[in-house]
């Protein structure tokens, strides 16, 4: 399907150009990019499967909220998750995955891209969405350290129009929007503050996707700081 590129920054085809193409200074305020095509349905059909079976195994959970701990988190967002890091058993090609989106993370920060985000480390979820959907949000709307959102798709043959399950981005909190589609191996790559508010529509099939969020060291630092002192 095609992206909405005049709503959206340049759209790369490979890892080391997932951050290569479009406009630089949009990139700067929303870094709203993304790859189809992004490991090769070879590796692509690798991590399906290992998520497959986290899925039969029973190791998803419902989703937390960062914030919000007063509201009923079921009203806000209806999904299952797991957290992963690629390290554990049956979970290589997922390994294999956030390596590659390292290496585009760490190939941006390299061009001056994040501007003054310093990467100093990330954390992974895995997502089954089935008739679930999570309303509009900001990942990091209070300076928990999360600087940079990453969201790989495993969903193949999906009619969103039947299926649902639409990822809608709304840039810097205009009424604009970005509509993206959890289409079989696309990466699609934001910053995790207030710049990106978005929500994901209801899917009424199950909907694979695996979250990456990266963490700004400096910011990471004072919140892990202010947790500790209670505030």
Aim: hydrophobic content about 30%; aromatic content about 8%.
């Amino acid at each position: 399907s095609e992206w909405p590129r005049d709503r959206v920054c340049g759209l790369g085809h490979s890892a080391d150009q997932v951050f290569a193409s479009g406009d630089s200074d949009c990139k700067r305020r929303r870094l709203l990019d993304g790859s189809d095509n992004f490991l090769g349905s070879g590796l692509g059909d690798r991590v399906l499967e290992e998520v497959e079976v986290l899925n039969r195994s029973g190791k998803f959970r419902g989703g937390q909220l960062v914030s919000q701990k007063s509201i009923p988190s079921r009203s806000i967002r209806g999904d299952q998750i797991a957290w992963v890091e690629g390290k554990e058993p049956g979970c290589e090609s997922i390994g294999a995955l956030m390596a590659h989106i390292d290496e585009a993370v760490m190939h941006s920060a390299a061009n001056g891209q994040l501007g003054n985000c310093v990467i100093n480390g990330r954390h992974g979820a895995c997502y089954p969405g089935n008739g679930a959907g999570y309303v509009r949000h900001v990942d990091n709307p209070n300076g928990d350290g999360r600087c940079i959102t990453c969201i790989y798709y495993l969903n193949k043959n999906w009619d969103v129009k039947e299926q649902g399950g639409l990822l809608q981005i709304y840039p810097e909190g205009k009424n604009v929007v970005a509509n993206i589609e959890p289409l079989f191996d696309r990466l699609l790559v934001f910053w995790s503050d207030r710049r990106n508010p978005h929500e994901v529509k209801p899917a009424y099939a199950t909907r694979y996707a695996i979250t990456v969020w990266y963490f700004d060291a400096k910011e990471r630092t004072e919140a892990k700081e202010k947790y500790r002192l209670g505030q």
